[in-house]
Every structure is written in structure tokens, then in C-alpha cells.
């Protein structure tokens, strides 16, 4: 156990659960973490899973039997963020940490290729490039790192925001990064040099997640005020307004075509939105705590989240 979950203490062994009835929709779920589920995302192929949690662990999962395949430990207190590099036969996985370090994985032995230090607080957010070549990550400490995948070594530091970091991620084409925080604005950074391209004010005092559409024409962001809002990649104007949602939503992401878009947030939900209306397609209910993370496959036919009842599940995903 590490020193803030010494500190702070773990949830006791058994935890007691609420009655909800699940979503007809739901596939699977797959338990194994022994305290809250922060991050998880699909493998390249769709065929796996990995997860991070407050236990300290990153674990990889089997899609289709939902069996755990191995357990990665070596933080040294809660495991934030997760992130599994796009790259077939890469088999690689990177995970950030409160412990204020990046690590990246081997999937086939569970060795940590590379221990990241740099950043000075917990690290919220990892991100492979398109090309699996370099890792982004950002911290409480207000700063954006570009690790070199290969050697481990830091690339770059960007500043320019003024408070801490919850989210970062790329453009598909590789060229772009977007993040955002507590402040209320997404900062658009040119990832070669790590200059601020644009700075668009958020409507909310803290964004918890952003991302880029598959074409990089969009860009989705959530946060503290229930809502999920699309903008237009170029000007930063307000395409939708995505309400529905009844607490703060955690994680925004698109479907690999681009005509979908899944949140969670702390209201137990999971929601599927139409990208070129804006409309509710389907609310997804089974959790019953916060859901704190959200992928949708490479296929786009399945939905997973993450949540602090320590469950994974997976959705199907409804057609509009």
C-alpha cells in the first residue's frame, strides 16, 4: 500500500452496493480491482482491455471472456489514468499515477518498461500519439509532458495553463493536442513546438475531459456542470450543447466513425449522443457509483466504463 492510501485509508473490503436494475444493453462485467475503477480503454484490435484504480493496480483484461490476464503493479498509490498504445503488436500500455509518475507497460510479460519522473503532483490524464512514438501527460502541477515512447526520455514540457490539468489527447493526425482543467478555457497546443494554437473559453469553471473527432473537426469537452459541448476544431464555436446528464461528467469520447459520442458521469450514467444533432440516443444505467471513464471500441459496436463500484462493464452500443 502506498503512502496516500495509508494516509487516507482504502474503502473497507466489502462494499455495499444499491440495487439497480442494469441496462438490457449491458454485455458484460468484469470485477477484479479491489477499489475504484478511474480509467479504462480498449486495446488497437478491440480484443483487450486496461484498466487503472485506486488499488494501485493496472490490470488487462479479455474482451470476450471478460477474465482477468495480469495485474501490473509498481505505483506506489492510486493509479489515475490509463492508456494503451494505438500501434498493432506494440502490446504496450501506459498508466499515471498519484505518485506523480507515468509508467509504461509490456502487456505480455506485465514488466514497466520505462518509470516517467518529471511532473511534481498526480499525473491525471496519459496519452499515446497517433503514431504510438511519443506519450503525453498532464498533472496537477500545470504542465504538459511529451515522453519519446521508445527511450523513456521527456521531449518537452509545455506551460500555459494556470491551474491543474485534468485532461489532454491528441489530434488523429498527431499535430494537435487539447487539454483542459480548472480554469474555464480548452487550450489548443501545436505538439511539435508545444506553442498555444488557441485558447476558447469553456463555459465552465472545470473541464474534466476533451478530445478531438476522429476527423479533428470537433472537439467534445465535459466538466463540472453537467453538460457536453462540441466544438468546431477550427474556431472553437459551439456546435451543441449536450444536456441530460445530472451531475459532472467525468470523460467524453467519439466513436471511431465519428457519428457518435459516449459520457459518464458522476450520476452513475453512461449516455450515447448523436454527434450532428446533439440528441440523446440512450442512457446506459448498472453502476452504482460514479462512472469515472469511457472508450468505445475500434469496431464502434461496443461501449465500456469505469466506475468507483469497482466494476468494468460493457455496453452495446444502440444505433440512433
Known amino acids: 500500500m502506498g503512502f496516500l ?10 462494499l455495499k452496493r444499491p ?3 442494469e441496462d438490457e444493453n449491458l454485455l458484460k462485467t468484469l470485477e477484479g480491482h479491489q ?8 486495446s488497437p ?6 484498466s487503472g484504480s485506486f488499488d494501485e493496480k493496472v490490470m488487462l483484461w479479455d474482451v470476450a471472456t471478460g477474465q482477468a490476464l495480469r495485474t501490473m503493479s509498481g505505483h506506489e498509490t492510486w493509479v489515475e489514468c490509463v492508456d494503451y498504445s494505438p500501434v498493432p503488436g506494440a502490446n504496450l500500455v501506459a ?23 518529471g511532473h511534481d503532483t498526480a499525473v491525471r490524464m496519459v496519452a499515446f500519439s497517433p503514431d504510438g512514438k511519443q506519450l503525453a501527460s498532464c498533472s496537477r502541477d500545470t504542465t504538459i509532458k511529451i515522453w519519446d515512447v521508445e527511450s523513456g526520455r521527456e521531449v518537452r514540457t509545455i506551460t500555459g495553463h494556470t491551474s491543474y490539468i485534468e485532461s489532454v489527447a491528441w489530434s488523429n493526425d498527431g499535430k494537435r493536442l487539447v487539454s483542459c482543467g480548472e480554469e474555464p478555457f480548452i487550450r ?10 488557441a485558447t476558447w473559453k469553456s463555459g465552465d469553471t472545470l473541464s474534466h475531459s476533451a478530445c478531438f ?5 470537433l472537439v467534445a469537452f465535459c466538466g463540472r456542470d453537467t453538460k457536453v459541448r462540441l466544438l468546431d476544431a477550427a474556431t472553437g464555436e459551439v456546435r451543441h450543447v449536450m444536456e441530460g446528464h445530472e451531475d459532472g461528467v467525468r470523460t467524453v469520447c467519439f466513436s471511431p466513425d465519428g457519428k457518435k459520442a459516449a459520457s459518464v458521469a458522476n450520476d452513475e450514467s453512461v449516455r450515447l449522443w448523436d454527434v450532428s444533432s446533439g440528441r440523446l440516443i440512450h442512457t446506459y444505467r448498472g ?9 468505445i471500441s475500434p469496431d464502434g459496436k461496443t461501449i465500456v466504463s469505469a466506475s468507483d463500484d469497482r466494476k468494468i462493464k460493457l455496453w452495446k452500443v444502440v444505433e440512433a
Open 5 to 14: 492510501s495509508k494516509l487516507f485509508g482504502k474503502k473497507e473490503e466489502e
Open 287 to 295: 453502476h452504482v457509483l460514479e462512472v469515472q471513464s469511457v472508450d
Open 213 to 217: 473527432s476522429p476527423d479533428d473537426s
Open 35 to 42: 477499489d475504484r475503477v478511474l480509467g479504462v480503454r480498449f
Open 188 to 197: 489548443v497546443w501545436d505538439a511539435e513546438t508545444g506553442k498555444k494554437i
Open 45 to 50: 484490435d478491440g480484443k483487450r482491455l486496461v
Open 95 to 117: 498508466s499515471g499515477s498519484t505518485d506523480s509518475t507515468v509508467r509504461i507497460w509490456n502487456t505480455e510479460d506485465g514488466n514497466c518498461v520505462h518509470l516517467c519522473k
Open 19 to 21: 440495487q439497480v436494475r
